[in-house]
Structure formats: structure tokens, C-alpha cells
């Protein structure tokens, strides 16, 4: 059986990888679960792996625990695709988000295939470089339309002056006028329409 090796970078600390080997035979979750246990991350998070090109550019989704909108357009699960299915290339990449409601974003690019060895257990932690960000907590984050009782909306200024705004100031001059007249040059710069 061959063996994919993929080197799974995080895409804002490239100084930070893994090497994961894993049977062809494998699917996109069971690759999901060897990046977490290599990087100690929950995998119990909704997350996606996107077929990608040579510039990362997301394609075909392959999700877990996808949102009902997401399958009701028919998208892939990663418990049901295995990774032989998209490996077109001997590089092949796919662009990986972690966790959509704290997202991370990982590369994930096939950099050999080889044979399967006798008394290896896969999937394999090959290299492990650098040490994994810390998870922000989701309790560092005030949530959308709840309101903190310390967090009090202050009064607005009634006068609007004291910001430097004056409801009686005349503001042609921006607009290219003087005095209530049109400037006769445009500065160089003429309205192509």
C-alpha cells in the first residue's frame, strides 16, 4: 500500500510543521484527526480541507461537521472521501481551515509517496518543527449582541461642534467651488465621463 507523506504548515507561522505519514487507503477525517493529535488541538470542530492549485486557491470542500447550508449544496464529508480520490499530482496541496469560529488555516501539500513499512503504525508524526500557537479562548471575545452591564453606552454630545463639525460651515471649497463659484481649472485632473 503507499503511504502519503503531507507537511502540514500553519499558514501564518511557516516556521511551524508537521509531517504526517498516511495510508492511501485513509480519509480526509482521519487526516483531520492525526493533525490534531500532532498539533494537540480539539479535533471535534467544524472544519474543511479545499482541493488547492499551486497558489493555494480553495476548490472542491471536503467538511466535518458541516453547517446545514453547506450540505444542502451538496458538500463533501471527510468521513466518507478518501485521500487516494484527490491526489492528482505528486504535490498535490489542499488548503485546510481549522475550526471556523476561531479559525486556522493550515497548507497541507503531499511531498512524497512511498511504501507502506512493516511494523510501522500509521498515521505517523515524521517531523514535528516548531511549537503550535496557543488556541484563543472564546471567552477572550465579547459575543455579538450581548451586552456587558459594565459596558454602558456613553451619552453623545448634543452639540455637534464639539467635534469640530459646524452645521452652518459652508463646505463648496471642497468640492471645487469659491465663494459660490465654479474654479475655472480643474487642477489637471478632468471627469472622463
Do not use: C
Not at 125 to 139: E, L, M
Not at 168 to 190: A, I, P, S
Amino acid at each position: 500500500m503507499a503511504i502519503y507523506r503531507f507537511r502540514v504548515t500553519f499558514e501564518d507561522y511557516e516556521d511551524v510543521y508537521r509531517e504526517i505519514d498516511m495510508p492511501s487507503k485513509a480519509t480526509f477525517l482521519e487526516l483531520h484527526q492525526a493533525i490534531h493529535n500532532a498539533t494537540g488541538y480539539n479535533p471535534d470542530v467544524s472544519s474543511s480541507f479545499y482541493v488547492s492549485n499551486d497558489q493555494w486557491k480553495k476548490g472542491t470542500e471536503i467538511a466535518f461537521l458541516p453547517t446545514e447550508r453547506k450540505r444542502s449544496n451538496g458538500v463533501l464529508a471527510m468521513e466518507g472521501i478518501r485521500l487516494s480520490k484527490f491526489i492528482d499530482d505528486p504535490h498535490q496541496k489542499f488548503y485546510y481551515i481549522y475550526n471556523f469560529d476561531r479559525p486556522y488555516d493550515f497548507h497541507v501539500e503531499l511531498i512524497k509517496i512511498l511504501k507502506e513499512e512493516d511494523g510501522k503504525e500509521y498515521p505517523l508524526v515524521f517531523k514535528a518543527v516548531g511549537t503550535v500557537p496557543k488556541q484563543v479562548a472564546a471567552a477572550n471575545f465579547p459575543l455579538p449582541g450581548v451586552e456587558d452591564e459594565d459596558d454602558e453606552e456613553e451619552d453623545l454630545p448634543a452639540d455637534e461642534t464639539e467635534y469640530g463639525v459646524d452645521e452652518d460651515e459652508d463646505f463648496d471649497l471642497f468640492d471645487g467651488e469659491e465663494d459660490g463659484e465654479e474654479e475655472k481649472g480643474t487642477g489637471g485632473v478632468e471627469d472622463g465621463y
